[in-house]
């Protein structure tokens, strides 16, 4: 009996999709344009964004990202069905890949809201800053009529 216990425990555990940084407790549910309003509310507060890549800057101790922001969906991927909010700036500690960090990925990302703002702006607009505890790529999948003739297969590419 004991043995089913521990078999059926390993394979859920199996199951998680993101990684364990991603189910912090401390994570506040707290919206872009509700940070974008009240900066200083929300210094070293600790969030799980999402979105898609515009840009990647790497350096020799760190990696800068420029995402365009997409709130999560029920499975925590950026929802890129709904109009994005705006940018952020995610800045990593470590050097990223720039063959797997390209434009046009879909990533989530968990981290403290920064008391600094970042040199990047769009328009005049200063960006959002992110520092990164956790960064999670998602699978590149095909959405155009993907879902449409399988509506199961969002769920299986989750567990590929």
């Known amino acids: 009996m004991k043995f089913y216990v521990l078999l059926i425990s390993f394979l859920l555990s199996a199951c998680s999709v993101l990684p364990p940084v991603f ?3 401390n994570i506040k549910n707290i919206s872009y344009t509700q940070v974008l309003e009240n900066k200083e509310d929300f210094e070293d507060t600790l969030v ?3 979105g898609v890549i515009i840009g990647l800057e790497n350096d020799t101790n760190q990696s800068t990202l420029q995402v365009m922001y997409y709130p999560l969906d029920r499975y925590g991927r950026p ?3 709904n109009s ?3 940018y952020f700036v995610i800045k990593s500690p470590e050097p990223l890949d720039p ?3 390209t434009e046009g990925r879909e990533l ?3 981290g403290i809201i920064a008391k600094k703002e970042p040199s990047v702006s769009r328009g005049s607009t ?3 800053l992110i520092k990164a505890s956790g960064i999670h790529l998602w699978p590149i999948t095909y959405r155009e009529n993907y879902y449409f003739h399988c509506p199961s297969c969002y769920f299986q590419q989750l567990y590929w």
């Open 108 to 110: 989530v990302a968990v």
């Open 99 to 101: 063959k797997q960090y």
């Open 23 to 25: 189910n912090d407790s």
């Open 84 to 86: 994005s909010e705006g």
């Open 79 to 81: 929802d890129i069905d």
């Open 126 to 128: 200063r960006l959002p």
């Open 48 to 50: 799980r964004w999402g």
